[in-house]
Each structure stands twice: as C-alpha cells, then as structure tokens.
C-alpha cells in the first residue's frame, strides 16, 4: 500500500503540500485499498455472521459505558442475518450513553463469557479519589 500512495504522490518521501496529488490519493488510490464504505463494512460484518453462525444463530457482545461511567458487558444471542444484526447494533448505538462496542462473536467464547459490571465513579471514591475518576 505504501507504495501505491508514494507512486500516486509521484514523488520522495517529504513533499509539499499539492492539491492535485492529495486529491488524487484521497480520490482514487485510497478508496481502493481500503473499502470502507457502509456497503463494504456491510459486507464483510454478514460474511463473518456466516462464519460464527451455529444452527442459525450467531452470538453479538456488546460493551458500553454510560454517562455515570458505569461500564457493563453482555453476549446477546441473535438470528444469523445481516438485519438482526444491523437493527440489534443501531438500537445499541442509539441508545448508548456514551462509548460503545457492538461486534459477533464465536460460539465458543459466547459460551465461556462472563458478564461484568463495573461503576468507575464508586471505585474512584473508594481509592481515595474523591474530585476525579
């Protein structure tokens, strides 16, 4: 990859500053390196539902903290298709209150997996901390 970018921008190692060339890398090279378009993350996030999926279902984690910075974790249990997931991960996301993490996993590690709970204020009070987290 590294090459393709350095043979877009034509030229060494340090440049100066060139609109076409930017714009060329950014326009051209880039995109067909990296797809990260929502149909190709799409993509790649229904292949690897294909490839966890067990008996028609595939395992979600998900990891969030909220505004209280309480963190909690869980594994919910899902039909093996790209829309349960895509409406599981935007009813997530959009009631996060704030970081959040929504990806499949194995079966294997749903099965092993602990849910936790952590409130990172109340262990801060505790530690002595008592204006910062």
């Known amino acids: 990859m ?3 970018i350095r043979a877009a921008l034509n030229t060494p190692t340090t440049i100066p500053f060139d609109r076409k060339r930017w714009r060329k890398l950014y326009m051209d090279v880039l995109p067909n390196t990296l797809d990260m378009s929502t149909i190709g993350c799409r993509g790649r996030t229904g292949a690897k539902i294909a490839e966890l999926a067990v008996n028609g279902k595939v395992a979600v984690y998900s990891w969030g903290r909220d505004c209280d ?4 974790d869980g594994v919910t249990l899902l039909p093996a298709h790209i829309m349960a997931y895509t409406r599981y991960e935007n009813e997530v996301y959009n009631n996060a209150e704030g970081p959040t993490n929504v990806y499949p996993i194995s079966m294997d590690d749903a099965a092993d997996f602990e849910p936790s709970f952590r409130d990172r204020i109340a262990e801060a009070w505790d530690n002595g901390n008592t204006y910062c987290v």
Not at 69 to 72: D, I, N
């Open 2 to 4: 590294r090459t393709a």
């Open 69 to 72: 910075m309480c963190e909690s």
